[in-house]
Structure formats: structure tokens, C-alpha cells
């Protein structure tokens, strides 16, 4: 069961961030009071109402979205406990039944799974969520060092660890694995932790930590697959040997060099799990050749 205070709650809809009615059922759904789909229906039904009234311009449905998106993010900034379930219910919010808006605006256009730029659908396609959710990982990325900061002094989980987090979950497996958004960003942390001038290796080590912990293997098929920055598996052992490098550095705190050497194993230990997986599928394919040849 996942348990936030009931003042949280309160406080985001005292801020206008969720009606009571939504959070009413997100504290039910996480408290395992209703179910899933029940959760779904009742924190979209702003949404739902918006594109039923909709007569083309597509503002206010835009705004319901934001709006259901945005306090969605805040679980996963906030409530990290809840990672899972916000994942089960983007899943289910995305298998509602498809809205037909031909004629009128779009909501927004996206790259997809497949890498093809088309319209969002509603509701298949989550539209505004990701788009909401690339611009809060930006916006935790410009302000990690002061938002975090302030976070450890009230004794708090900081949101950039959190994002990080239920990123990282959500990439390695479940509906949303794999997702370039999430791999992108897995990239991109690892690769600012062992940035030269290292000013924030206090927040950004401990983040490379978290993916490599809980999507190690993933990461690594995706550095060297899919990843548009320059990559390779050279440039996946440089960054190896610089956490390496930093955990043997006595100017780094003690604490950030011990979480470096344990980024540098996982880093290895990815690498050597997809190089067997790919020997394993080497073998299956050559014998399943020479089958066929017989």
C-alpha cells in the first residue's frame, strides 16, 4: 500500500493543481481502496467533458490535459512510493477507448515507438504527457543543485532523484520500456555525472547510481542502439574507467566515490550481460540455420 499524507492531498488542491474529485480518488487508488480503472475514469472526467464540448479549437481540452498531467508529475516528483501504480494507471488511461477528433486542431505532434512524427490520439497516445513530462525533466535538470539542496535540508527525497527514479523503472520494463525519452535521459545523466568540471558530482553520481541499479542492462542496449548522441561500446568503457577514475579520487567525498565505484561495476557488469545475451542469440540463429540447411 502507498501511503502520503493526507496534507499533501490537500495542499494540491488548496493550489489548484487538482480538484478535490481527483485527488479524492488518486488518495482511494493508492490507499487500494478502488481499483485501477475506477481511478482512471474519475481523474479523467474533466478531460473526458472538455472533448465531448469540444467544437474544434482544441484550448480547453489542452488545458484539462496539462492540468490531469501535471498532478500526475507531481507523484512521480513527490510520492515516489507511488511509481508503480502511476505507471499502471498511464497504462490503463491509455487503453480508454479512442476519441475521433477529425476536424478538428490537434493536440500536438509526436515522435512514437516507431519513430514516426504524427498526431497524438486521445487517448492511446497520452496526449500532453510526455511533452509535460520532457519539460518538468528540464526544468528538474536547470535547478537540481538548488532544488535538491533545499530538499536534503527538510530531510526530504529530492525530485531530481525521484524523476530519476521512476524513469529509470519505467524504462526497464512494463508497458513504457524502452521508451527513447527515458533512454535519452538515462544517457544523459550518466554522461553529465563525469562531467570534466564536476560541480554537481554530489547530485548527479548518486543519480547515475539509481539507473544503473535499476536499468543497468537496458541503459546499455540503448547507449549503443539508440541513443543519437555519439556512442559505442569504446565510449561506454571511457565512461566506465571515469567513475572508476572518480572513485579513486581523494578530492571527491568519500561517500560520492564509493557510489562512483559501484556506477563503474554496474557499468561493467551491463556491458557483460548484453554481450552474452548477444552470444546467445548468435548461437540460437547459427543453429537454427543449420537446421534449415539440412
Same mark, same amino acid.
Given at each position: 500500500?502507498?501511503?502520503?499524507?493526507?496534507?499533501?492531498?490537500?495542499?494540491?488542491?488548496?493550489?489548484?493543481?487538482? /480538484?478535490?474529485? #481527483? *485527488?479524492?480518488?488518486?488518495?482511494?487508488?493508492?490507499?487500494?481502496?478502488? #481499483?485501477?480503472?475506477?481511478?482512471?475514469?474519475?481523474?479523467?472526467? @474533466?478531460?473526458?467533458?472538455?472533448?465531448?464540448?469540444?467544437?474544434?479549437?482544441?484550448?480547453?481540452?489542452?488545458?484539462?490535459?496539462?492540468?490531469?498531467?501535471?498532478?500526475?508529475?507531481?507523484?512521480?516528483?513527490?510520492?515516489? !512510493?507511488?511509481?508503480?501504480?502511476?505507471?499502471?494507471?498511464?497504462? /490503463?488511461? %491509455? #487503453?480508454?477507448?479512442?476519441?475521433?477528433?477529425?476536424?478538428?486542431? !490537434?493536440?500536438?505532434?509526436?515522435?512514437?515507438? +516507431?519513430?514516426?512524427?504524427?498526431? !497524438?490520439?486521445?487517448?492511446?497516445?497520452?496526449?500532453?504527457?510526455? *511533452? !509535460?513530462? *520532457?519539460?518538468?525533466?528540464?526544468? @528538474?535538470? $536547470?535547478?537540481?543543485?538548488?532544488? /535538491?539542496?533545499?530538499?536534503?535540508?527538510?530531510?526530504? +527525497?529530492? %525530485?531530481?532523484?525521484?524523476?530519476?527514479?521512476?524513469?529509470? /523503472?519505467?524504462?526497464? *520494463?512494463?508497458?513504457?520500456? &524502452?521508451?527513447?525519452?527515458?533512454?535519452?535521459? &538515462?544517457?544523459?545523466?550518466?554522461?553529465? $555525472?563525469? +562531467?570534466?568540471?564536476?560541480?554537481?558530482?554530489?547530485?548527479?553520481?548518486?543519480?547515475?547510481?539509481?539507473?544503473?541499479? %535499476?536499468?543497468?542492462? @537496458?541503459?546499455?542496449h540503448f547507449y549503443l542502439m539508440g541513443f543519437k548522441g555519439e556512442s559505442s561500446p569504446e565510449t561506454w568503457v571511457e565512461l566506465q574507467n571515469a567513475f572508476r577514475n572518480m572513485s579513486n579520487d581523494d578530492t571527491v567525498d568519500a561517500t560520492i566515490r564509493e557510489k562512483a565505484a559501484d556506477?563503474?561495476?554496474?557499468?561493467?557488469?551491463?556491458?557483460?550481460? +548484453?554481450?552474452? &545475451? $548477444?552470444?546467445?542469440?548468435?548461437?540460437?540463429?547459427?543453429?537454427?540455420? &543449420?537446421?534449415?540447411?539440412?
Open positions: 500500500m502507498t501511503t502520503i499524507p493526507d496534507t499533501w492531498f490537500d495542499q494540491e488542491v488548496q493550489e489548484e493543481i487538482a /480538484t478535490i474529485d #481527483q *485527488s479524492t480518488a488518486m488518495k482511494a487508488y493508492l490507499n487500494g481502496n478502488i #481499483q485501477v480503472d475506477e481511478a482512471a475514469r474519475l481523474v479523467t472526467a @474533466e478531460v473526458l467533458q472538455a472533448a465531448q464540448e469540444e467544437e474544434g479549437e482544441a484550448e480547453k481540452l489542452e488545458e484539462k490535459l496539462c492540468e490531469l498531467w501535471g498532478f500526475i508529475i507531481d507523484f512521480i516528483l513527490e510520492c515516489p !512510493s507511488s511509481h508503480a501504480k502511476i505507471i499502471d494507471l498511464l497504462l /490503463t488511461i %491509455s #487503453q480508454f477507448p479512442h476519441i475521433d477528433r477529425t476536424g478538428k486542431d !490537434s493536440l500536438e505532434t509526436f515522435e512514437d515507438v +516507431n519513430g514516426i512524427v504524427r498526431e !497524438s490520439q486521445l487517448w492511446e497516445d497520452l496526449p500532453r504527457f510526455w *511533452s !509535460s513530462l *520532457s519539460d518538468y525533466s528540464a526544468s @528538474e535538470a $536547470a535547478w537540481r543543485e538548488l532544488w /535538491t539542496k533545499s530538499s536534503l535540508e527538510r530531510g526530504e +527525497n529530492p %525530485s531530481w532523484f525521484n524523476m530519476n527514479a521512476f524513469a529509470a /523503472t519505467a524504462f526497464k *520494463s512494463g508497458p513504457f520500456a &524502452g521508451r527513447r525519452l527515458f533512454g535519452n535521459w &538515462g544517457c544523459y545523466v550518466l554522461r553529465e $555525472a563525469v +562531467n570534466p568540471h564536476r560541480e554537481l558530482v554530489g547530485i548527479d553520481v548518486p543519480a547515475a547510481q539509481i539507473w544503473m541499479q %535499476s536499468a543497468g542492462a @537496458e541503459l546499455h556506477v563503474a561495476a554496474a557499468m561493467e557488469r551491463a556491458a557483460a550481460t +548484453n554481450e552474452r &545475451g $548477444a552470444y546467445k542469440d548468435l548461437q540460437i540463429t547459427l543453429a537454427y540455420v &543449420g537446421e534449415q540447411g539440412r
